[in-house]
């Protein structure tokens, strides 16, 4: 159904070669200019996969998250959660 659509994937967090065997498959599942973004903390499952283009990006301060967050969302009640959701994952990593 999709590959002949041009498509954006986000797979966030991998974290086992049969996450993205399953979700962007062995072959190509979608059309000519798809992308596919993959965030993992485990370099070595791209390389399995195969893939090509791995840039690995620095973990954003706690004041730069909220500095990025305070772009999108100004209410207190949003900055609060704002702040747990921080602490909680330990800074963005940007893409």
């Known amino acids: 159904m999709l ?3 041009r498509v954006l994937v986000v797979l966030d967090d991998v974290d086992k070669l049969e996450q ?3 979700l962007a498959g062995k072959n190509h599942k979608f059309g000519p200019g798809s992308r596919i973004i993959i965030t993992t903390r ?3 499952l791209l390389i399995t996969y195969g ?3 791995i840039r690995e ?3 954003l301060s706690v004041k730069s998250t909220i500095s990025l967050f305070q772009q999108y969302h100004h209410t ?3 900055m609060k959660l704002s ?3 921080i602490d909680y994952v330990k800074g963005f990593q940007r893409i």
């Open 3 to 5: 590959r002949s659509k």
């Open 20 to 22: 993205l065997e399953f």
């Open 42 to 44: 485990g370099k070595h």
């Open 51 to 53: 893939v090509h283009d």
């Open 57 to 59: 990006e620095e973990e």
């Open 76 to 78: 207190e009640d949003v």
């Open 83 to 85: 702040r747990h959701v």
